[in-house]
């Protein structure tokens, strides 16, 4: 049995509104919320464990020099707030987890340890905390930085950060609140401390003002797969979004970082590592293989490579831009300052070919493509998790309400069936029901 994510990949935003039939109004609505709390819903009647909300900050420029590209596709933005949403997906759902993204960058320690705690009252224990280290300098530039620090430098911050949000969800000890109306005593103040944290970076006096939440801390997930991203992940993560080409590459993946968790003294089995897929699912083998060679023929438009060029720029983090490299010349062997494992990624599986048909071919952002029959697709999942011995996967579609049908009410149904997904849900919290298994 293995757990199911879904992440939200551009986050509480316009997602494609356009050259998609069954994209309905979201062009109109999208910042309404109502197509993600429906989302939310069809995730739990699916059983997914959790659902995962990217965000970021900025109308992107890095491609091109202009926000054209950006705004003509809506490519992460236009995009809302997503802290203000988690509540309204929590209210229709009961039991699936929800993770919201904050950045170690731009937010302060005390803000994000108070707004999470916040929200773990709100969504009775359910709320999780994607931890990001920021990949625009555009972002950088919204909160008064000239630039995103170095690569290395902001994972030390991250570090720092993480530990100073846990310093104030400590604060308050366990039997500080009494509640006691005879008295009358709220809560005991000699188990409320301050926590006078002083870093390189961060300085917070604490304590926290609000009580703890039900899980007094919300569930950790990290999405970076650098050698950096691992580290922080391997001491503080629950959960973990991850890459993987191969099963041996998913294999090798899992080891390091249960290696990495020993070093710092952590049971492996507390962290759930999700691999990113992509399922194209049909009526049949053959409807979902003939849609399959559709998007890869789509793959090479103008349209397509356009927008991937535009992702490369924005993961160098503004570094490079991919406009300025020749599509027929060989993919350029560079850096970045961004999300440098996903630019990695790209550049070393390009070698060899041009950049035209990189763009075309390689998938930075997923790894193993299942297509066929719900059922097809649901025994190819079950067999490559009984090789890679991992905890699950990440699905990241775009979210139109058809994908959400398909894989809600198609793949899951037939990933039950086979017994290789929850039945139901067992625990009140996010943390419990991700660690039952």
Known sequence: MFHLGWFMGSGFSVQTWQGDPWAGNTGHDWMKGDL???????????????????DTSMIEDAYGGSTETTLKYGLLGPKSDPVPLIPL?????KHIGVAVTLSTSFYHPYMAARTMTTLDHLTDGRVGLNVVTGSSRRAAQQYGYEDLQPHAERYQMAHEWMDAVNALWESWEEG???????????????????????????????????????????VIVQAGASQSGRDLAAKHAESMLAHGSSIESMKAFREDMHRRMKEYGRDPSTLKILFLIDVTLGETDAVAQARDEAHKEHMRSDAAVERRLWGL????????????????????DVWGNGETSTLRNFVERGQ????????????????????????????????????VGGDGYLLSPTVTRRNIAEIADGLAPALRKRGLIRDGYNHSTFRENLLEF
Not at 314 to 319: A, D, E, F, L, R
Request: glycine share 8%; aromatic share 8%; net charge negative.
């Open 352 to 387: 060899g070919l041009s950049l035209r048909e990189a763009i075309a071919t390689i998938d930075t952002h997923s790894g193993l493509g299942f297509v066929g029959s719900p059922d097809t697709v649901a025994a190819k999942m079950g067999e490559a998790m009984d090789e």
């Open 313 to 332: 720029s924005y993961s160098s983090g503004g570094t490079h831009d991919f406009s300025q490299y020749d599509l027929d010349g060989p993919v350029p």
């Open 36 to 54: 993600f709390v429906d989302l939310a819903a069809a995730l739990e009647r699916a059983r997914f464990d959790y659902l995962l909300v990217e």
């Open 89 to 93: 997906l929590t209210q229709r759902t």
């Open 176 to 218: 500080a609140v009494l509640v006691d109306q005879e008295t009358p005593r709220y809560a005991d103040h000699t188990k409320v401390h301050p926590v006078d944290f002083v870093g390189k970076y961060f300085k917070t006096r604490g304590p926290l003002n609000t009580i703890p939440g039900p899980q007094r801390r919300p």
